[in-house]
């Protein structure tokens, strides 16, 4: 399958893990491939210190847009830095992505709908109704929303509507 490249494609630096990221990624959302896998040589070995024919890049898609994974090794780990949003229409949505991507991850990374994976990959867990409910009211409903919200960890479409009616 062809990959079509995004004008910008986020690249994921992992230590090993990277066709294993890139195959569960794309095992979770829809309309979603691998792509392309290239190996590292015995050229310039001396530089990156991986071992010939151990992968280097897979490409791959999730949901239409393009990622690279890179086994760079371990000088770099992921942090909360940076993240990738998952916008849901639904509270079923959020329960799916929220389930699937948590899952032998670190829980104490959990909060506001935030979570880090098993890769160490930080995911925003968001429906799509939060910003009518944080930036359509009134500076009230605004504020019970927000504290509604950082109670959760997962987010719960009804209890945040609820905070919002009960302004």
């Known amino acids: 399958m062809s990959i079509t490249t995004s004008r910008i494609t986020p690249c994921l630096w992992f230590d090993g893990q990277a066709q294993q990221a890139a195959e569960h990624y794309t095992s979770i959302f829809p309309n979603s491939q691998m792509g392309a896998v290239t ?14 024919g151990s992968v280097l890049t897979v490409e791959f898609e999730l949901d239409g847009q393009s990622f690279t994974a890179l086994n760079g090794g371990p000088l770099y780990q992921f942090t909360e830095a940076i993240s990738l949003q998952v916008h849901c229409d639904s509270q079923d949505e959020v329960d799916y992505y929220w389930e699937q991507l948590s899952a032998g991850g670190d829980p104490a990374a959990q909060q506001c709908g935030w979570l880090k994976d098993q890769f160490g990959v930080s995911w925003q867990i968001v429906p799509k109704v939060l910003n009518r409910l944080l930036f359509g009211g009134t500076e009230v409903q605004s504020e019970f929303v927000m504290g509604a919200l950082m109670t959760m960890k997962k987010l719960d479409i009804e209890m945040l509507e609820t905070a919002f009616v009960e302004a």
């Open 39 to 52: 190996h590292y040589t015995k050229a310039g070995q001396e530089v990156h210190g991986q071992q010939a």
